[in-house]
């Protein structure tokens, strides 16, 4: 059963303009949230995240926004540049151990068309 | 900067054969971690370390075995491969259980295809 789920596959944006993925989840044990991007052939990397006492996180260009009563995040891209081109991924995780505690939602397929 | 290495980019094997994948870490993270990336199905993991000689399965251990002899290498085994099992494999390394900022390396991916 996916916990984490990226409900749009693919979107376009024209450069210059805000893109807005989102991401929502099922599991209300999950407090720490993280966006990662993927360029093709290569690894995910960590791109920006938010603890479940924020509901807001802001770094240079990307904003992440956490609504816990939704349990809905979303990443917003202001202004998309066309290196931004890339899958984006949402993950969640929980603070128990013991098992596996990190879960990625399908990815959203973002392009900047220049 | 961590570095987490797999050897191989890119494979290609016969069905049946016994397939060996291999990932170091160079930051002595207690963590490492196998991952399977599928379109329209993402990142979905197959088996995790939390020390050397432990493994635990994560959510598709199915035809996967995996071995962690020394703390900076985990190894992914598929011991008969099916054309299933073609994908994009990505270890990944972290230091702390709790997966807070960007505590989980990931290497640069393993192409498989299973003939």
């Known amino acids: 059963d996916q916990q984490v789920k990226q409900n749009s596959p693919s979107l376009s944006v024209q450069e210059g303009r805000i893109s807005i993925l989102n991401c929502d989840y099922t599991n209300s044990m999950f407090d720490y949230f993280l966006w990662y991007k993927k360029y093709p052939a290569e690894g995910p990397t960590f791109l920006i995240s938010i603890s479940s006492i924020k509901d807001k996180n802001e770094d240079g260009r990307f904003t992440v926004f956490l609504n816990k009563s939704a349990k809905h995040l979303s990443l917003h891209i202001v202004p998309s540049q066309p290196g931004d081109s890339a899958v984006y991924f949402c993950?969640?995780?929980?603070?128990?151990?013991?098992?596996?505690?990190?879960?990625f939602g399908t990815g959203t397929r973002l392009t900047v068309i220049p | 900067d961590v570095k987490v290495t797999q050897s191989s980019r890119y494979l290609v094997k016969r069905t049946g054969e016994k397939v060996f994948l291999e990932c170091v870490q160079d930051m002595d993270h207690e963590n490492m971690f196998w991952y399977r990336q599928d379109p329209g199905l993402g990142l979905r993991l197959i088996y995790f370390s939390y020390d050397v000689k432990m493994k635990e399965k994560g959510d598709i251990p199915e035809g996967y075995s995996v071995s962690r002899e020394k703390k900076e290498r985990f190894s992914l085994i598929l011991e008969s491969a099916s054309t299933n099992q073609t994908s994009m494999y990505l270890c990944?390394?972290?230091?702390?259980?709790?997966?807070?900022?960007?505590?989980?390396?990931f290497g640069e991916g393993s192409w498989l295809t299973v003939v």
């Open positions: 990944a390394s972290s230091t702390e259980v709790r997966h807070s900022g960007n505590t989980i390396y």
């Open positions: 993950a969640a995780s929980g603070g128990w151990t013991g098992a596996n505690n990190l879960f």
